[in-house]
């Protein structure tokens, strides 16, 4: 009996890469249109206070549905691009996942001592400025949106389909790079790009050298966890 022949894998070709770059354009121009559109409100007490209701949750997480539909749409017949399988090594991975925090971090703290209009954390307008014990349930509905799912999701779409796509076509230091900036475009922020750009490109290196997404996605739901704790206990 003779054995049956391998199917080849369609190809990731650049149709794929256009309709990402299409999708993630367009959730920069929607997020800076909303940016700039919103003006003065854009870090006020009603926006910060975002993270203590459960509408939040349900839009966003609703959102993040729709995104990840879109993305599984690009990727369709071809889910390796995600890179969602294991780290080569699972010790390197989280030396490097270590790395990859500290630097972030030290980015953070060097961003901080500029004289910027605001920080890029109050310019998103998510972080709380105190603590209520009232609304915890929700606060930590909200804590799991922006720690997991959104996390889960927009790792996906960069440091999976994108990194992928791009290093298909431009190699690796360039995919690597233009995964960051996309990464903090896709924000729709100003100030915060000093931030975010590097960050995007610190989990595109380790995708990069872990060959997975599975890591990026600790970090990165590292990052924004911690960034909503700390701010309602200082």
Request: proline share 5%; hydrophobic share 55%; glycine share 10%.
């Amino acid at each position: 009996m003779e054995a049956e022949a391998v199917q080849p894998r369609p190809r990731a070709g650049r149709t794929r890469l256009f309709f990402w770059i299409l999708f993630v354009g367009l959730i920069a121009l929607i997020n800076y249109g909303a940016r700039f559109s919103s003006g003065s409100s854009v870090g006020n007490k009603s926006t910060h206070d975002a993270v203590y209701s459960y509408s939040t949750f349900v839009g966003g997480t609703i959102l993040y549905a729709v995104w990840l539909g879109i993305v599984l749409l690009i990727c369709i017949d071809r889910f390796d691009l995600l890179a969602l399988r294991r780290p080569r090594s699972w010790l390197r991975a989280l030396g490097l996942a270590g790395a990859a925090v500290f630097a972030v971090f030290a980015v953070e703290g060097l961003v901080s001592l500029l004289p910027l209009p605001q920080t890029p954390g109050k310019e998103q307008g998510l972080t709380p400025t105190h603590w209520e014990p009232a609304h915890a349930g929700a606060f930590a509905a909200n804590l799991v949106l922006f720690a997991v799912i959104a996390p889960f999701v927009e790792e996906l779409t960069f440091r999976g389909a994108g990194q992928s796509l791009l290093n298909t076509f431009v190699g690796r230091l360039p995919s690597i790079l233009l995964v960051g900036l996309a990464f903090g475009l896709a924000h729709g922020l100003v100030e915060a790009l000093l931030v975010l750009v590097p960050f995007g490109i610190a989990l595109a290196v380790l995708r990069d050298r872990t060959d997975s997404v599975y890591p990026g996605m600790a970090v990165h739901g590292l990052f924004n966890g911690t960034a909503l704790v700390l701010a309602v206990l200082s």
